[in-house]
């Protein structure tokens, strides 16, 4: 993928889209590619995490270890980020993420991902609707659960 397709596609997710194209170059050109093939582990739940990952192509399934064994809660696909809890929280993964198809990711360092939000506090308020978006679906997977239960 070209440095202009990169561009593009960051231009594309809604948590850059207010940022000046001089800082999504500096982005695509200063952050790494990572490739994972079908079933490998782009990270483990519990594992410390110091990075997130832009999925540029491919999909991937999140889940959760439970005593009743790893239960799938999302799947992430293009233009997803990923791996941000651990770095917002300076907590261990909350989950783990499996490819499920081959994934081309871009790797943001934490400090990079600091620096952006820092400099562009509209990005802040966008990790902030989709972690809000995130919580609303995993409570509205709650109460189904737990009503079926009942």
Do not use: W
């Amino acid at each position: 993928m070209s440095l202009n397709e990169e561009l593009e596609l960051l231009r594309n997710i809604p948590l850059f889209s207010n940022v000046e194209p001089s800082q999504l170059k500096l982005l695509a050109f200063t952050s790494d590619r990572l490739t994972f093939a079908p079933g490998q582990e782009l990270f483990h739940q519990g594992d410390s995490g110091d990075t997130a990952y832009i999925i540029m192509d491919g999909e991937a399934d999140v889940t959760v270890g439970t005593p009743a064994g790893e239960i799938s809660v999302a799947k992430v696909s293009k233009n997803d980020l990923i791996g941000e809890i651990a770095i917002l929280c300076d907590v261990p993964r909350t989950a783990t993420v499996k490819a499920i198809s081959e994934v081309t990711t871009l790797v943001i360092t934490k400090d990079l991902f600091f620096r952006l939000v820092a400099d562009f506090p509209q990005m802040g308020i966008e990790i902030m609707r989709e972690l809000a978006r995130r919580l609303e679906r995993t409570t509205a997977q709650l109460c189904e659960a737990l009503s079926a239960q009942g």
